[in-house]
């Protein structure tokens, strides 16, 4: 049952998006991140709109699974609208009880309600048309120059490969685990919260226990084919900028520049 | 430091290794000696095999050969170079490539072909020869048809392969391979021990395994069997199996054919010693 988690979410499909080099996805959302915080006015939420739009069409994912990640962030988003809306100073609009809407509340609550939920699809774009992979081998190469003030990069890079690598692997052990211990009599589904954190000890003890010693292993195996950290270390897929992604930056730059437009002159 | 030519690909000479145990403070508590000045020469292009039940001290003899452990005393040359030496440590790590037991904790890459170029990778490969050397090495244990596969779902004998692939796309002298079919059911083990006979026919790659089922050693060309850290026997598969006494007395399982063609020999029927396969034991009785 646990094997059915799919891990990430990435989405296969044969789009632009999906080919677009990883640096060029990461930038972009940050980018695009940005630009939700400097636009001011409902004309910057319709460029941003359109951009996101545009963007969701060329990757061919099915919509559904953008607004799948909201479902994590609807509590966050509710108590920000909820706070914006009533506690902005300003023009009162409706007032009953103690409580009184605000024309700027108003404003404000929507504003950030959409610059939220912007933020969550815009980055789930992302995560869906990147395989967890290419992410690290983009991030590996984007923090590079972090390296200067001894930042270990390869190494962070490495260590998140490596568990993308291993959560199938536990999580199958974890499965077997816990059938051993059912078998035994143990009990995992009854009793209030407590008492199901504290049943879930048996089943953490070993399997922290046998990653350790898979640990144990994996390094002993990268040692010996000669692992050394990433100095003088080639690629097998080596990250190679294409024209499209020269492309991609354009269309970027581009929407960054009409995005700070609208501000300034709508 | 002896001669080069006439040295073999390994060569151990009086090879000790001392476990230290300490307790919480770090005091010595004890020493186990898990190899015992033990004496191997290993000939380019052989197929050796080293056997011994659990705790003989064959594992911590292949980790020698690895460099992933030093000897207490004694020396370790893989062709030609000390392994206690510094300067030397990643070529010999290179020229002796090492498989180990458990599948899933030796593979590193999510799909088979990264794993195979990991490898190559942290040898500063150029990364046109990295996948040739991915798609030759793949072909070798036929496991070329899964490499867009992730390993995950791979029986335990498919990903030894890919563990023996990723050995070989290094470009080792010669391949150590440490219980590797420990874990495997008996298909596998049969998958496994045919890649690594092939290897060792068509490349030439020097092969030494290390395990305890009888069975796979039959086609090697030197049999050492190791207990409580020292060289208890040494030959020839045929060699080793004429002594059925001598291998029960070190607690090793003697192949079903080879012990049915001794207690035939023992109650009287003539027969040659040191029978290895059922073939064989057919052809002797008719």
Redesign the interface.
Known sequence: MLRDITLGQYYQAESVIHKLDPRVKLIATITFIISLFIVDNIAGYLIAAIFLVCVIRLSRVPFRFMIRGMRTIVFLLLITVVFNLFLTPGEPLVSFWKLTITKEGLRSASFMAVRLVFLIIGSSVMTLTTT??NLTDGMEKLMNPLKFFKVPVHEVAMMM??A??FI??LL?ETDKIMKAQIARGADFESGNLIKKAKSLVPLLVPLFISAF??AN??A?????????GGE???????LQYKRRDAEAYFVLVCYLAVCIGANVYL | MGNFITMGIIKTEKLVFEYIRRDEEGNVEGITRAVDEVDLDVEPGSFIAILGHNGSGKSTLAKHINAILYPTEGTVWVDGMDTSQEKNLWDVRQSAGMVFQNPDNQIIGQVVEEDVGFGPENMGIPTQQIWERVEESLKAVGMYEFRKHSPNKLSGGQKQRISIAGVIAMHPKCIILDEPTAMLDPNGRKEVVRAVRALNAAEGITVVLITHYMEEIIHADKVFVMDRGKVAMEGTPREIFSQVERLKELRLDVPQVTLLAHELQKSGVNIPNGILTTEELVEALI
């Open positions: 967890p992979n490969a490596i993308l690598r199938p692997v199958e010693r898979r292993d994996l002993m195996a990268m040692e010996a084919r000669c692992y050394r003088h270390r080639t690629k097998m897929k080596p």
